[in-house]
């Protein structure tokens, strides 16, 4: 028991202050605010900076037709071939329709039907 209480004795006088002071006395505040620098202020140019997300076609260079669709479109030009692939994919889409009406098939499946072509078509490397 005597040792006990020594024990505590030791633990009492080894603290010096209270829970707000260091070991030399200071202040937690004053000590916190002479080692935490100011915050930095961030330098900002003046032209905005717009990020520009590049679209890459993530098809090109696969498929049996890829080459001759890049070439294609190296040719006309991207404004060009873009127009004539939207021609090409319309009326398509009016030749998978006009086929689901003659057999009889509900949008459900003539949806489906253009789902599977544009899978096609890039498999085949049409949309490089």
């Known amino acids: ?3 006990a209480g020594c024990n505590q004795t030791l633990l009492r006088t080894s603290f010096y202050g209270g829970w707000g002071s260091s070991i030399s006395g200071e202040d937690y505040q004053t000590m ?3 080692t935490v620098a100011p915050p930095q202020q961030a330098r900002v140019s003046r032209k905005a900076i717009r990020a520009v997300p ?4 993530v098809n090109e260079g696969k498929g049996l037709f890829a080459p001759l669709v890049v ?7 991207k404004k ?3 127009q004539l692939r939207g021609k090409a994919i319309a009326l398509h889409s009016q030749v998978i329709t006009e086929f689901c009406k003659s057999i009889g098939a509900d949008a459900k499946q ?5 789902r599977l ?3 096609n078509g ?3 490397g049409f949309l490089a």
């Open 1 to 3: 028991m005597a040792a």
């Open 32 to 34: 916190l605010s002479k």
């Open 54 to 57: 590049m679209m890459k076609n």
């Open 71 to 77: 070439v294609t479109r190296n040719i006309v030009g």
């Open 80 to 82: 060009r071939f873009n």
């Open 110 to 114: 003539r949806q489906g039907l253009i």
């Open 117 to 119: 072509a544009k899978k």
């Open 122 to 124: 890039e498999r085949l």
